[in-house]
């Protein structure tokens, strides 16, 4: 290894950018299953939030999934139009905006059911590996929050 000080600016050094690719490319994946139940990936993941809690408040899904409420509210929005969730202030407060996932929401469940499964069939990577790489970036995660 080179005692260059510019090395640390060699792409092959950079633990970011192989994250970062490999996040485009999993999407790139999703995006053929995704499209035939007219979702992005963001709205996928915040679906899958939705199914799993039924209502939350915006900042609790900003939470799980890690994103802001600049990007939540826009995104709650399209899906609202979509008819796949419903937006209601809280009464008890009503700076909070709770969502909850409608019967066309819940629906679409079931057309998604098989997409972890058919994505997963694209990644070569053995279950100790993926189980080793999913821990590992869950601790990155966390670290990082």
Same mark, same amino acid.
């Given at each position: ?56 408040? *915006? ?19 399209k899906l609202e139009d979509k ?15 709770? *969502? ?12 998604? *059911? ?20 999913y821990t590992l970036l869950h ?7």
């Amino acid at each position: 290894m080179s005692n260059n000080k510019y090395d640390c600016l060699k792409l092959d050094n950079q633990l970011c950018f192989p994250l970062y690719a490999c996040a485009r490319e999993v999407v790139r994946l999703y995006t053929p299953y995704l499209n035939e139940l007219d979702l992005t990936y963001t709205q996928y993941v915040t679906m899958m939030v939705m199914w799993e809690h039924k209502a939350l408040t *915006v900042k609790a899904a900003g939470e799980l999934l890690h994103l802001d409420s600049g990007t939540l509210t826009p995104l709650f929005k399209k899906l609202e139009d979509k008819g796949l969730v419903t937006r209601v202030r809280s009464r008890e407060d009503e700076r909070n905006l709770i *969502v909850s996932v409608t019967e066309k929401g819940e629906a679409l469940k079931d057309r998604a *059911v098989d997409i972890p499964a058919r994505l997963g069939s694209c990644i070569r990577m053995d279950p100790s590996e993926t189980m080793e790489l999913y821990t590992l970036l869950h601790k990155l995660l966390q670290s990082l929050s």
